[in-house]
């Protein structure tokens, strides 16, 4: 008989969400119903939310303390993906790491200091970024914002 096979973690070492997941294990996700599969077929798993309004359901686990989302695996501040990352909430698709649009969240920045871990520097999310040490050379800043609001 042979065991199931343990999940490989696709790490990108330009992305350091991929080392983090703080942010996953520290806020409250919820959104409107319609953005489960309870209103969409591509949307959340239904069976992955509880509701917590009339009109708003929250990732279960997220409501926790302390929180962990259900569809977060891995081990923060390690290695973590989130196992339903294409049909992830709005509040999820919508938070934006530290200067990943070239601005730092102060969200992202207090999650990761929950776990232990630094807050992020424009130089992480260059491709050459080896996912250890921050470099010292920021990448040219992208005019892009979005922010989190994941209670
Ligand atoms: S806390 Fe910031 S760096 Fe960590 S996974 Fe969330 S967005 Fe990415
Ligand atoms: S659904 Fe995915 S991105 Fe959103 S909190 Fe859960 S693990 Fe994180």
Do not use: Y
């Given at each position: 008989?042979?065991?199931?096979p ?15 997941g703080?942010c996953c ?5 919820s ?5 489960s599969?309870a ?6 798993p239904?069976?992955?939310?509880s509701q ?5 359901v929250?990732?279960l686990?997220t409501?926790?303390?302390p929180?962990?989302c259900?569809?977060?695996?891995g081990?923060v501040?390690e ?6 990352h294409?049909?992830?909430?709005s509040?999820c ?11 730092p969240n102060?969200?992202?920045d ?5 776990f232990?871990?630094?807050?992020l ?5 260059q491709p ?8 010292h050379e ?6 892009r914002?979005?922010?989190k609001?994941a209670a």
């Amino acid at each position: 008989m042979s065991a199931d096979p343990i999940p490989v973690i696709p790490l990108h070492p330009a992305n350091p969400c991929m080392t983090c997941g703080a942010c996953c294990a520290f806020f409250r996700v919820s959104f409107h119903w319609a953005e489960s599969t309870a209103g969409r077929p591509d949307g959340v798993p239904e069976e992955m939310t509880s509701q917590v309004t009339p009109h708003r359901v929250a990732m279960l686990g997220t409501l926790s303390k302390p929180p962990r989302c259900i569809a977060l695996h891995g081990t923060v501040g390690e290695a973590v993906f989130c196992s339903i990352h294409p049909a992830r909430s709005s509040p999820c698709r919508d938070f934006a790491a530290s200067w990943e649009n070239g601005e730092p969240n102060p969200d992202c920045d207090r999650a990761r200091a929950a776990f232990g871990l630094p807050p992020l520097e424009p130089g992480w999310w260059q491709p050459e970024h080896d996912g250890d040490e921050p470099p010292h050379e920021p990448r040219p800043i992208r005019p892009r914002r979005r922010r989190k609001r994941a209670a």
